[in-house]
């Protein structure tokens, strides 16, 4: 069952615009994407920083308005939900941010920081909801006696504790975990994948994991989509993008990762250059500029995804 | 982990801690003696200030060996009485002008910022106005049309004070609007109003006692100079801008008269300086921070 349904969704952010410009160039965050993820699925969104994937994340549960398309979760219209509507959806759906650091108010105790999706929801008695809280406090592998504390107490991966089990207390089915992992030590990003990995069999959550990470998104991914530039440029099963990838992007993202198997030769494919800006992408497909298989027909004509099975590439060369 | 561990003393033992700073402790004790003073003048001043005395006018002081320890004024009116009174208006016009401004000028401030767009335009074009007036002119002018009395001083003082709240709250607020703590409260399906009181304003309260106490120094210097202009509050009441005005005349014969208010409003400006001074170093995480480890 697809709980979540992306439609060519678009996000354009005007810049620049003072008091006597209305409208300085439009940076073109997210290009027409569309996506589906299924209940108690975690899809992988990986690309390099800038290419649109936070911003997707953000449109999708919509503390960002996209420009157009539409995003269905669970059969219900998110962009155009009433401020009543989105209420309710704030509680299906919830986000989980990068920096640990700044996703507490320094000036809010543990307790209240869980308690106050609660308090805006009326989950639970107001008497009972503490007990709640130490709950979740259990559940995400902190103490009970931490309700009292405040943030700075506390080290980065507690923190990312914290903020999961603030995310948790309006009891979401959906998750966006944008960078979840990436400001924290090797051993405790294993640490909270793992405790993720766990509360998505317990609570039966559904992720969108957003990551510049690939050894990470291969890990708690099922399926990964491969994000360059607004677009969507390659889509599949976590395994069939780690092992036989078919877009050049995707072969050298992969390429540039570290693979821990020194047996394994090293793959050649690389790129080149910077990427281009999103105010101003190239003409037809928007890797052009930096791939190796570029011809005419890939400045004309912007590539679409293809699927075969569920394997979907956008490339005019996927073949090659 | 080991930060964990190492608090261990209550946040009531944290506050007393910031006393161990010596311009904390000094400027904490200067208020206290005067607002002790303030509140039981009635009890402590040896005489009633208002009570005049012909056959005892311009006494110099007699230090410990008589009844008017600073000596007299002109109308034979006990000078130490009247500075011991004269605290409680500049006590009240401090603190009143300081809670109302920061009041005010924290909530315009962190509406503006946290909101931005049409509304922040609007509060900000106000701030400029206002900030374009002289302060003591814009006082005076108020004072003109509405008449002399405490309310109308201090609400004169407040339409200046708030502005230095507004600007610095709409700064912070602007950067605290795009911390994650403040999309994630959204996230979770806060109100604007309610990411306001539990999350922005409560960052905000820090830095608005630094600024807290030097509202407060400068509403104390302004009452000082608008009394002794003579458009501070009514004459019956004492103050020490008054007593410097009324001393004025005799500065050559009789130098108690203008030294003492003088140094009052000095030492109590110097205390609350102080006090502001420290907070202020005690707030910047970087001092702190190497004082704390």
């Not at chain 1, 209305?22 to 290009?31: D, F, M, S």
Request: overall charge positive; aromatic content about 6%.
């Amino acid at each position: 069952m697809t709980l979540l349904h992306i439609e060519d969704m678009t996000k354009n952010f005007a810049t620049g615009g003072g008091f006597l410009s209305k409208t300085g160039p439009i940076v073109q965050a997210v290009r027409g994407v569309s996506l589906q993820i299924a209940a108690g699925e975690t899809l992988g969104l990986v690309g390099e920083s800038g290419c649109g994937k936070s911003t997707l994340g953000r449109c999708v549960i919509r503390l960002i308005q996209p420009t157009s398309g539409s995003i269905r979760f669970d059969g219900q219209d998110v962009t155009t939900a009433s401020p009543y509507e989105l209420r309710q959806l704030r509680r299906k759906m919830q986000i989980i941010f990068q920096d640990p650091y700044s996703s507490l108010n320094p000036r809010q105790t543990i307790g209240a920081s869980i308690m106050e999706g609660m308090d805006i929801h009326g989950i639970h008695a107001p008497g009972t909801r503490r007990d709640s809280v130490v709950e979740l406090l259990e559940k995400v592998g902190l103490k009970a006696d931490h309700f009292r504390n405040y943030p700075h107490e506390f080290s980065g991966g507690q923190r990312q504790r914290i903020v999961i089990a603030r995310a948790l207390a309006v009891g979401p089915q959906f998750i966006v975990a944008d960078e979840a992992v990436s400001a924290l030590d090797v051993s405790i990003q294993a640490q909270i994948l793992n405790l993720l990995l766990d509360l998505q069999v317990m609570m039966n959550l559904t992720y969108l994991f957003i990551s510049h990470n690939l050894h990470v998104v291969r890990h708690i991914s099922d399926r990964v989509a491969v994000m360059y530039l607004g677009r969507i440029v390659e889509t599949a099963s976590a395994d069939d993008i780690y092992l036989s990838p078919r877009h050049p992007y995707t072969k050298a993202l992969l390429s540039s990762a570290l693979v821990p198997d020194p047996q394994k030769p090293p793959q050649k494919v690389s790129v080149t250059g910077d990427v281009p800006s999103p105010v101003n992408p190239p003409s037809g497909c928007a890797f052009r500029t930096r791939c190796s298989l570029a011809d005419e027909i890939c400045a004309r004509v912007d590539p679409h995804l293809i699927f075969q099975g569920s394997h979907g590439v956008a490339c005019h060369h996927a073949e090659k | 982990m080991s930060k964990m561990t190492g608090v261990t003393y209550s946040s009531f033992g944290k506050q007393l801690q910031l006393f161990k700073q010596p311009k904390i402790f000094v400027g904490t004790l200067i208020i206290a003696v005067l607002l002790v003073g303030g509140l039981f003048a009635p009890l402590i001043a040896p005489f009633d200030p208002n009570k005049q005395n012909l056959d005892l006018a311009m006494l110099a002081p007699q230090w410990l060996s008589g009844p008017h320890v600073l000596g007299t004024d002109p109308l034979g009116r006990d000078v130490l009485s009247r500075l011991i009174y004269g605290a409680r208006v500049s006590l009240i016009i401090g603190i009143a002008v300081a809670l109302l401004s920061g009041f005010i000028g924290v909530t315009l401030g962190s509406v503006s910022g946290y909101f931005s767009g049409r509304t922040d335009l609007i509060i900000q074009k106000i701030v400029e106005v206002m900030w374009a007036f002289p302060p003591l002119l814009f006082a005076i002018a108020v004072i003109a049309f509405l008449g002399q009395s405490l309310v109308v001083l201090i609400a004169a003082l407040v339409l200046q004070r708030w502005i230095p709240y507004c600007r610095v709250a709409r700064a912070q607020a602007l950067s605290l609007r795009a911390r994650d703590f403040v999309e994630a409260a959204r996230a979770l399906g806060a109100t604007d109003g309610r990411i306001l009181v539990h999350h922005i304003v409560p960052n905000l309260i820090p830095t608005s006692l630094v600024i807290g106490t030097f509202a407060m120094a400068a509403a104390i210097i302004s009452e000082a100079s608008l009394s002794f202009l003579g458009l501070g509050v009514p004459r019956s009441i004492p103050t020490w801008g008054s007593m410097l005005s009324d001393a004025r005349a005799h500065i050559s014969t009789s130098w108690w008269l203008p030294v003492f208010p003088g140094l009052f409003i000095l030492v109590t400006v110097l205390g609350i300086n102080l006090l502001g001074d420290g907070l202020r170093d005690h707030l910047d995480p970087k001092l702190s921070r190497a004082g704390n480890h």
